[in-house]
């Protein structure tokens, strides 16, 4: 099956030359992008052709930190610092079941869908219901059971044989959107031989390995307190660091482990809106990060410490902190923004997206070019990271396949999925 975008408005490729194309066509075929170019004439019978020129096309966005259930919480126990936050969250999780982590995953993958979101890597618990939300929702989802044995002896390989059973029943399944990684909460809340085990699975079925990393001050003076060392330096000694490790958060790290990962080809996401909202104190070292080439992804983590998953807000909260903690405007442009949540996102991932590019699979999001927050169309990468609403996304498309069309979500029922939503929250309550 074809599908012929025909006369783009515009067309943000983010290739290596992050170039913009006015009035082209883009040809899709078997969920891959065939040809870029004007003029391209194709067979109307096996193909679907699409008048764009209303539209601006550009990568579809990855956001690369969640804990996709937690819509179910958005609003709970707020104003609160992330360690007194998690007491209050984990009693409340300790009575998630099988349905609330369907329901409130799959609320999220309609709200991610709304937001131009074709990917994201989650962590978090009941993973195997989580899957299927994803897989009903037709978007790409990297899931890894949340591991945490709180160095208590005999949890550790109750939470390894979780690991691999549900990495185990992914690869089973086969689902190419779907892929599992590894994901141990902290080094707070897991043993060194959890974290040890749980990296020989991730080495072992090459999957990626995921941790909340440096988080707060308090954190890091634990760790220095019980192990003698920096987190990094800690992380370093275990011998997990390597290009398969994902860090998120990275706000109390020094220059020393910011080298240690370069080093090691480890990865960094940042997720401004949720720290500055748990007060975790420190700033994300995005210049120190970039100077030292380390491959940054941005992320909205949970809808309860955020409270969205509005991956168009998490851009703009991104380059405004680092404006203002530098007192430099132009520490971070709106083209590095739009970067953190194409191209490097799909490069952390590992995936064939991320660009709009002839072999690339076709992971797109389309917008309103007339909507209000898009004009004057000067400059569109500006428009995009500093006004663009979410109201202005008209269209998504995940290789090839669209899950929303005009605003209405094609892979699930909308109403019904608010409701289904509502009743597990009041159940929840209760």
């Not at 707020?78 to 409130?104: N, R, S, T």
């Not at 760790?223 to 060392?229: D, T």
Request: glycine letters at 6%; hydrophobic letters at 40%.
């Amino acid at each position: 099956m074809q599908v012929l975008l025909k006369n783009c408005g515009f067309i943000i490729t983010q290739n290596r030359d992050r170039t913009i194309l006015k009035d082209f066509d883009i040809l899709i075929e078997e969920g891959r992008i065939k040809e870029i170019k004007k003029g391209i004439s194709v067979s109307t019978k096996d193909c679907e052709i699409l008048d764009c020129r209303n539209k601006i096309v550009l990568p579809a966005f990855l956001n690369l930190h969640t804990h996709s259930p937690m819509t179910l919480l958005r609003g709970y126990k707020d104003d609160l610092e992330l360690h007194p936050w998690l007491q209050e969250i984990w009693k409340v999780e300790a009575k998630l079941k099988d349905k609330h982590f369907y329901i409130g995953a799959k609320f999220a993958c309609l709200e991610m869908i709304k937001s131009g979101i074709s990917c994201f890597l989650d962590m978090y618990f009941g993973m195997g219901s989580i899957f299927k939300a994803v897989a009903e929702a037709g978007i790409r989802g990297f899931l890894g059971e949340a591991l945490m044995d709180f160095k208590e002896e005999g949890r550790t390989e109750e939470e390894i044989k979780k690991a691999e059973k549900f990495a185990d029943f992914c690869i089973k399944a086969g689902n190419p959107l779907i892929k599992p990684v590894i994901a141990p909460h902290s080094i707070y809340t897991c043993s060194p031989s959890l974290l040890l085990r749980a990296k020989e699975i991730a080495r072992e079925k090459g999957l990626l390995f995921t941790l909340h990393l440096s988080e707060t001050r308090k954190e890091v003076f634990d760790c220095y307190k019980e192990y003698k060392k920096k987190p990094v330096n800690y992380l370093k000694d275990l011998n997990l660091l390597d290009e398969k490790f994902i860090a998120f958060h990275c706000v109390w790290i020094t220059r020393e482990e910011i080298s240690i990962l370069a080093k090691s080809d480890a990865k960094a996401v940042h997720c401004p809106i949720s720290n500055m909202k748990l007060a975790t104190g420190g700033v994300f070292p995005f210049r120190e990060m970039k100077e030292s080439n380390i491959l940054i992804g941005l992320g909205t983590d949970g809808a309860c410490s955020n409270n969205s998953l509005n991956i168009l807000e998490e851009m703009k909260v991104a380059c405004l902190l680092q404006k203002w903690f530098r007192w430099n405007a132009s520490e971070i442009s709106a083209q590095e923004a739009l970067d953190l949540v194409t191209i490097n996102g799909a490069k952390i991932l590992g995936i064939n997206s991320g660009s709009i590019e002839e072999g690339k699979d076709a992971d797109l999001v389309f917008l309103n070019k007339e909507h209000f927050s898009l004009l004057p169309s000067q400059n569109l990468i500006s428009n995009l990271v500093f006004s663009c609403s979410r109201e202005a996304i008209s269209d998504l498309m995940v290789r090839g396949r669209f899950v929303m069309r005009d605003r209405k979500v094609l892979s699930m029922d909308e109403e019904k999925t608010k409701e289904e939503f509502k009743k597990a929250l009041e159940e929840l309550i209760a």
